[in-house]
């Protein structure tokens, strides 16, 4: 699926899209410390062959104590992932609520994260109904593939490139055609992300060229999501990136910077995304720095 506690450390990333990507891939991470410490990040390019529909490799791998037990909160992007886990492989559709994930003993997820709409032309149904929801990875490889020989294959491999190669093998036999609206939307949904100035769907209306009616059809059928949520995202996970490294600065501020009407509005929307206050997120932070400086 950063020991510091002034600043945000670099991912442990081969050749990420650009450095803004891998800020991105670190932001939706909850309490980021454990990155490159608990565990280990590392996120690659797709090939030639790929590149139409998906964006990048993630990789996720832990070797924890016999005893210790870390649990992982992440607040997912509304890409849908493909994640090969030993005895769980599947495809993650956009998810509205926070990813959690009970790490113990010694692992690896290997994950292919779709471009924003990247997986609508693979299946059969609109996205909207993989919103939330965990379905059979068969539904993007080629028919009768042995699941259970490929993940073994990707999870064993030696080294990540090995694991890269063979995932990108078994989705290049079923490539679907190239359908315009995944880039564009992609497209979008990055600027989104790169531009707080988007806070309202009628802002997002004028970068897409779309009447209300058509932009709700197609985030429906493409992304599973509605463009208000979308963007209410974006901002949270501004947001985390914001609390992870401004200790200091009043929420009051954070909020109205990313476009919050007023400090009961940004709370409100930061709570229902993540199930917390931005002030205990803050605190959480504080705590997880202070166990650290002790350890060390």
Excluded at 37 to 53: K, M, N
Excluded at 211 to 218: F, G, K, L, P
Aim: aromatic share 8%.
């Amino acid at each position: 699926m950063a020991p510091s506690s002034t600043q945000t450390p670099a991912l442990s990333c081969t050749n990420p899209t650009s450095g803004f990507e891998a800020a991105l891939s670190q932001r939706a991470v909850l309490l980021p410390q454990h990155i490159g410490q608990t565990f280990q990040l590392s996120r690659y390019p797709v090939g030639e062959s790929l590149a139409p529909w998906a964006e990048f490799h993630w990789i996720v791998e832990w070797d924890l104590p016999e005893a210790d037990c870390h649990l992982q909160q992440v607040l997912p992007y509304p890409n849908a992932n493909l994640a090969f886990e030993a005895g769980q492989t599947a495809i993650h559709g956009p998810s509205h609520g926070l990813f959690t994930r009970e790490l113990r003993g010694r692992g690896r997820v290997h994950g292919l994260r779709f471009k924003c709409g990247g997986l609508r032309p693979w299946i059969e149904c609109p996205m909207s109904a993989l919103r939330d929801t965990v379905v059979p990875a068969i539904h993007c490889m080629p028919h009768g593939s042995d699941i259970a020989r490929i993940e073994a294959q990707v999870l064993n491999a030696a080294h990540h490139d090995e694991a890269i190669a063979r995932v990108e093998a078994v989705l290049s036999e079923r490539r679907p055609p190239f359908d315009p609206w995944v880039e564009r939307l992609d497209t979008a949904v990055h600027t989104i992300q790169e531009d707080r100035d988007i806070t309202t769907t009628r802002a997002l209306l004028q970068r897409l060229n779309l009447c209300e009616r058509a932009m709700q059809r197609v985030f429906s059928n493409y992304l599973g999501v509605t463009p208000k949520w979308l963007i209410q995202r974006a901002r949270i996970h501004d947001a985390l990136q914001c609390l992870a490294v401004e200790h200091e600065t009043p929420l009051v501020q954070i909020g109205a910077r990313l476009g919050f009407f007023d400090q009961a509005h940004f709370t409100r929307c930061f709570r229902q995304h993540t199930g917390q206050s931005p002030q205990q997120y803050r605190e959480a932070l504080r705590t997880e720095s202070r166990v650290r400086s002790i350890r060390e």
